[in-house]
């Protein structure tokens, strides 16, 4: 059996699938050259999504310049760190964070005589008396290990993993740790490490809550603080796939990634929280209730003290604020999460939307689809945006959103391609047809003449021969196109075609026609004219550019450039410029091969009768261009008309 061709709907509905189909695959893989622009479109749907306001449990106490100004460049002795945690602790702190290592001893001398007590262990003593969670930092470089041991506080976290899960924990593995000093270890209650590192591209958009110490699991400083704050509840870490898990503490449920970070929910840009001045705590001129039962968590801010990042709010987002961030978000448990199945849910949407919408362009049309495409687009950003703000979910519009543009991209270029094949079909068919018209009138004319059909097919290579030049010529050039040239010449033998109305005792007459003889062959152009309308009237054919040249061809051939000439007497810029080229070409091949004349010219003297002729019978210009191309006439007229010449 033969094979049966697709159809250009299946091309065109086939071309919108495939893309669909490869955004599909490639929301599934996730593939790292796309993070940073799942990144960005994360970013802007945060941006769109609005805030919320943070918890108001917790407050910053801020080492700012100020405090710099009040008791001294930092750092600051401990001991006066220690004073500021014991004004911290009397206003009725839930929990003092403190977001800085004190990695060095303090060598300040604070009393006389050896028995007197260091500043490091008056701070610890300040702490021992009071809710502390101290901060660390973790290193990932195996190369750098610790020089003393810390005294951390572990995470008493149980670990629930499929079965086919890897061995390794779903979180970071540390190398070693930057400590405290162990006075200062063993007097906090608690401690946190503050590790949380931007993105590749920059902007910090999640932040670690445990990782992995020599087989122990540890706590951010946010999630210590919170936990500082609650009755002991077990912690279990569940595992659900290679991108996701659940952090459950008690009765509270926490979404993290599969490297147990904790998409941040930003409140705003910087400065969120209620800050207070540390000086101000140190001389007691803050409102009673400013720390009362709230977390308080210590930093620096003061310029060359402060560690700053960008955020998908803030490109000056200080490091203390991120910790408080994440503690708000645990407190208030409105997790930013990802759902379990994401990519898999994603990569339903693309299948859905772009399938949908590949129906659409193909039985509607490409117009619609745009519609369609538009409407989908802002939908699926504007849903992404809802969810974001009410269910604190984030689906990225992202491969939606390819799939959407790279369906459209395709369909409609194949759409283009198979309406242009179809017009290329139509233009071949078209270019047939009046091909097969010329040579059905002019098969008449040879017919009725065979002198005048030979006539009409030479003027066809004349034709061509001199409009190309003249179409350089600047009153020439926008309507001589190379299109309009190859018309022009196809139409060319078509301007003898009246002459198929005039009688045989005329048009074959051997000798001189008398003066009425005269007038009836003047009326083939006329006559040519009449042929050509009758053939429009009868298809139904109205302002054809084919026809319209035809007639032009046709019907001013023999007019004159001083309007001498017939059937209108047109003069100079009235002729049509197809009429004023077919005048040159007529008179150029009758002298040189019409037998109507007593003897044929040769190529000299009918080009010195053309010369003649300028500005008068021809165009100026298009004799102008025929000169240019006059030997080209001779090797035509050579090679047509041997026999001729020669006789």
């Not at 207070?276 to 003061?302: H, M, Q, Y």
Request: net charge neutral.
């Amino acid at each position: 059996m033969p094979r049966t061709r697709p159809t250009p709907r299946r091309l065109i509905l086939a071309s919108g699938i495939v893309p669909v189909l490869f955004v599909a695959v490639l929301t599934l893989l996730r593939p790292g050259a796309l993070a940073r622009l799942d990144d960005a479109t994360y970013d802007a749907i945060v941006r769109m999504s609005g805030t919320r306001p943070p918890d108001p449990s917790i407050a910053i106490v801020d080492v700012d310049e100020r405090s710099l100004e009040a008791v001294g460049q930092w750092p600051w002795r401990r001991d006066v760190v220690g004073q500021l945690i014991t004004r911290l602790r009397d206003a009725g702190a839930s929990a003092i964070a403190i977001d800085i290592v004190f990695a060095e001893p303090d060598r300040s001398v604070t009393g006389a005589g050896p028995e007197a007590e260091s500043p490091d262990e008056m701070f610890a003593r300040a702490m021992r008396g009071a809710p502390v969670v101290l901060g660390y930092g973790l290193h990932f470089d195996p190369r750098v290990s610790a020089k003393r041991p810390c005294g951390l506080h572990p995470a008493p976290l149980a670990v629930v993993q499929p079965p086919d899960a890897p061995a390794a924990l779903p979180m970071f593995q540390a190398s070693g740790a930057v400590c405290n000093l162990p006075v200062l270890s063993d007097a906090a209650r608690r401690s946190g490490f503050l590790n949380a590192a931007p993105d590749r591209d920059g902007i910090l958009r999640r932040v670690p809550l445990l990782a992995e110490l020599d087989g122990r699991v540890y706590p951010s400083l946010a999630l210590a603080s919170v936990m500082a704050t609650r009755p002991a509840a077990e912690m279990v870490l569940r595992v659900e796939n290679v991108n996701a898990s659940k952090l459950s503490i008690g009765d509270r449920s926490i979404p993290l990634d599969g490297r147990s970070n904790l998409l941040v929910g930003f409140r705003g840009k910087k400065r969120t929280f209620p800050y207070f001045s540390a000086a101000d705590v140190l001389n007691g001129r803050i409102p009673a209730d400013a720390v009362r039962g709230k977390i308080a968590f210590v930093g620096t801010t003061a310029l060359g003290t402060r560690e700053v990042v960008a955020t998908p709010l803030d490109t000056q987002f200080v490091g203390v604020e991120v910790q408080a961030t994440a503690a708000d978000n645990l407190l208030q448990q409105d997790y930013v999460h990802r759902t379990a199945f994401g990519s898999s849910l994603d990569a339903l949407a693309v299948l859905g939307i772009g399938l949908a919408l590949a129906g659409l362009i193909t039985w509607i049309g490409v117009t619609a689809g745009l519609a369609g495409a538009a409407v989908s687009v802002v939908g699926i950003w504007w849903g992404a945006a809802w969810l974001l703000t009410n269910d604190r979910v984030f689906v990225s519009p992202l491969f939606s959103t390819m799939a959407i543009l790279a369906c459209v991209a395709a369909m409609t270029l194949a759409k283009f391609t198979v309406e242009r094949g179809r017009a290329n079909t139509e233009s071949r068919q078209k270019s047939a047809a009046q091909a097969l018209m010329v040579q059905s009138l002019l098969s008449l004319t040879e017919v009725r003449d065979a002198e005048t059909g030979r006539h009409s097919r030479r003027t066809q290579q004349y034709a061509r021969l001199l409009a190309e030049p003249l179409a350089e010529h600047p009153d020439f050039r926008t309507y001589l196109t190379a299109d309009r040239i190859d018309l022009l010449a196809s139409l060319a033998p078509l301007h003898e075609i009246g002459k198929v109305g005039i009688p045989d005792r005329v048009l074959n007459k051997p000798g001189a026609l008398t003066a009425e003889e005269q007038v009836e062959m003047r009326r083939h152009p006329e006559l040519g004219r009449q042929v050509i309308l009758k053939a429009e009237a009868r298809v139904g054919v109205r302002d054809d550019v084919t026809l319209q040249l035809a007639k032009d061809i046709v019907y001013t051939h023999h007019e004159r450039w001083d309007g001498t000439g017939y059937p209108q007497g047109l003069q100079s810029n009235e002729i049509p410029v197809a009429g004023r080229i077919m005048a040159l070409v007529d008179v150029y091949d009758a002298v040189r091969a019409r037998s109507l004349y007593k003897k044929c010219m040769s190529h000299e003297d009918a080009v010195a009768l053309i010369v003649r002729g300028k500005g008068t019978h021809f165009d100026p210009a298009v004799v102008d261009a025929f000169l240019r191309v006059s030997e080209s006439f001779e090797v035509v007229s050579s090679e047509a008309l041997p026999d001729v010449l020669r006789a």
